[in-house]
């Protein structure tokens, strides 16, 4: 009977670490382009700095940037491409580099500006190329086809050209 006692909380507690095992994760594709260089934390744990380009072409701000453990930071199978899987309920912190004297004249002071970010808000800032309109490439060619014909400009002159094999005049 004590046997029996005691393998009911070893399963319950089993089943407490498989429920804790099991999370949802979130996927983040990125360029290469966009992972720092690894570094060393002061804890000893070695990560790498991943950047965020502004969705806005016309935001001239510094890009934010965010900090994974480089063991985190995994190469796509076609090697242009990073990858790296992210809790989904986490949180994290991103950081923008600004100048805390924009007008002064003088040495830059620089001040880190953070917020924390749900992961699946993350993972929006950095795919947001996905979300912007794809226009075809078919669409532009035709589009400048009608431009170029609008134009029309006039028919280039013929000038004449030496040929290397012209034969002398004879005599």
Do not use: C
Not at 124 to 136: A, D, I, L, Q, T
Not at 138 to 166: F, G, R
Request: net charge positive; hydrophobic share 30%; proline share 7%.
């Amino acid at each position: 009977m004590a046997n029996e006692n005691m393998a009911a909380p070893a399963a319950e507690h089993a089943e407490q670490n498989a429920e804790r095992r099991e999370f949802q994760t979130l996927t983040i594709k990125f360029a290469k382009g966009l992972v720092g260089e690894p570094f060393m934390s002061k804890g000893g744990k070695e990560l790498v700095e991943i950047t965020i380009p502004n969705s806005d072409p016309a935001d001239k701000r510094p890009w934010q940037t965010f900090v994974l453990a480089s063991r985190d930071v995994h190469e796509d199978k076609f090697g242009k491409g990073m990858w790296a899987k992210i809790p989904a309920e986490g949180h994290t912190t991103v950081q923008r580099q600004t100048r805390s004297n924009p007008e002064a004249e003088g040495p830059a002071a620089w001040t880190s500006e953070k917020t924390v970010v749900s992961n699946a808000d993350l993972k929006k800032m950095v795919e947001f190329y996905k979300e912007r309109p794809r226009e075809s490439v078919k669409e532009k060619l035709e589009q400048k086809k009608e431009e170029s014909s609008k134009e029309a400009k006039p028919p280039a002159a013929k000038t004449k050209t030496k040929s290397s094999k012209s034969k002398a005049p004879e005599r």
